[in-house]
């Protein structure tokens, strides 16, 4: 995995580690996953997920649509 620019794509603000929410709406469910590992910025709040991470919120994404959960609110 590439290093992390220290900077901002969109402000040149500070990046941190912190956590997010992630929202997904399938017309047919709602998952929404808490506490998501992130890099944020403390500026403008822009927010990224790594790439393992990602992998992640597919797997609990896709657990979801194959028990046809309405609604899933689950945390990290």
């Known amino acids: ?6 900077c901002c794509f969109i402000c ?3 990046i941190e580690k912190g956590t997010t929410t ?4 399938l ?3 709602l998952i929404v996953i808490r506490n998501v590992p992130a890099l944020v ?3 403008c709040g822009e927010e990224w997920i790594e790439d ?3 992998i992640e919120l597919e797997q609990i994404t896709e657990r ?5 959960i309405q609604v899933e609110v689950v945390s990290m």
């Open 22 to 25: 992630f929202v997904l709406d």
């Open 64 to 68: 979801a649509k194959a028990h046809d």
């Open 1 to 6: 995995m590439k290093p992390i620019s220290p």
């Open 52 to 54: 393992s991470t990602a």
């Open 27 to 29: 017309k047919s469910s």
């Open 12 to 14: 040149s603000g500070k």
């Open 41 to 43: 910025c403390t500026q």
